[in-house]
């Protein structure tokens, strides 16, 4: 078996389990032959990599560490290694995954009836067929539990009305899981299938960060949804609560991945590029950075690795998993500027990734829950005071 390599400064990978190692190598190894080669390309079109969904679907590594049928088995140490290192090759790509696994096959595994799970998870995780999740709305980000799209029963039907906002996939999915607010004023889920008339989207233009993923606007003009594809777990916020609180530890892996890139390119930089007659690494101010930034990246794989093993044995909490973004997307930000700096005027050009991986962390640092909103819930937790208003 090859052993993965990597920045890995306190070996934690010797903590691993065997599957753990072998998943670990098998997505490093694609991320580097097939991801890397051609991410910048697609991040500067602004095109999805969808050419290369049917090799990854093959190496059997959708699910997100989620169980239902058809999903492949992964510890959620493997599921965050996984996201990790596609953040590593290409936010976007892990993106993609984030919202296919992540958030829509994430929604009908802890909230769909048996046929729902049984009719989309094995699709789904061979990436045959597309998810979206579409929660955030024009006026609704951090308040999107004061979401206004609405759902009334109409016979067999329900029928949606609202608008959503930068929903990943929400142009190119086959199902979208769309929340919305029922007629008993709680928030509630509906599977809403490609094709369904009234459902529009357009993808958003112009974005510097994850130009690689299309998001969308949605407008939801009398969307009709047969009763079956509504969520039957879905009664209120709390239930969407319950699969974007799980979620949140993955970003903290996938802003590992982006830190891990930037550490690794500018350590391999500074030990090429001359200047003064010497190489960079061999000046005092360049070390300090080379380590600030190994500092930075060895903590982030600590708590990730550490907030996987509490999800494994039921025990992650919400303010916990909240911690680890605030504090992964943080330090993520401050590598990549880092590294970006490192690399002097190249640090700017796409060819040498940095620069890619710094305006991505933008996304994670707000996607999901921004800084401010995890902040806000950690120091909740902490003081029993809510500061939110
Ligand atoms: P706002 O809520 O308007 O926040 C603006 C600023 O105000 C932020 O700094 C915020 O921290 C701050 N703020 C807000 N409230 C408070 C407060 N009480 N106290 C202090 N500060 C506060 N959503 C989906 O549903 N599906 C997706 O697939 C999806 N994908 C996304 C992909 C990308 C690239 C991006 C950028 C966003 C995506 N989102 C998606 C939406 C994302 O979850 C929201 O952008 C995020 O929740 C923040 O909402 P907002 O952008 O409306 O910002």
Known sequence: M????????????????EEERRVWASVRAFVDERLVPVA?????????PLDLLKEYASLELVGDGLEGPGIPRLSHTAAGLVTMELSRGDGSFATLLGVQAGLAMRSIAFLGSEEQKRRWLPAMARLEVLGAFALTEPDHGSDAVALATT???????????GAKRWIGLGTACDVCVVWARGEDGQVQGFLVERGTP????????????????????IRLEGVRVPAENKLPGARSFRDTGLVLSA?????????????????EVALAYSLERTQFGKPLASFQLV???????????????LYCVRTSRLAEQGR?????????????TRKARTVTAVARDLLGG???????????????VEALHTYEGTESIQTLIVGRHLTGIGAFT
Not at 2 to 17: E, I, K, Q, R, W
Not at 287 to 301: C, I, N, P, R
Not at 316 to 328: E, G, H, I, M
């Open 287 to 301: 070390q300090d950075k080379l380590v600030t930034m190994l500092a930075e990246v060895t903590a982030m794989q």
């Open 346 to 360: 190249n640090g700017i050009l796409l060819e040498h990734r940095v620069a890619r991986h710094m305006a991505d």
């Open 151 to 161: 759902a009334r029963r109409d016979g067999d039907e329900y029928v949606l009305d």
């Open 2 to 17: 090859s052993t993965p390599t990597g920045v890995d400064y306190f070996d934690l990978a010797a903590d691993l389990t």
């Open 40 to 48: 910048g390309g697609y991040w500067e079109r602004a095109e999805m």
């Open 247 to 263: 979620t949140r530890a993955g970003i903290a892996w996938g802003a590992l991945g982006h830190a891990t890139a930037a550490y």
């Open 316 to 328: 992650l909490t919400d303010t916990q998993a909240s911690l680890a973004k605030v504090n992964a």
């Open 198 to 217: 009234g459902y529009e989207a357009s993808v958003i233009e112009g974005k510097a960060s994850l130009r690689a993923i299309h998001n969308a606007d």
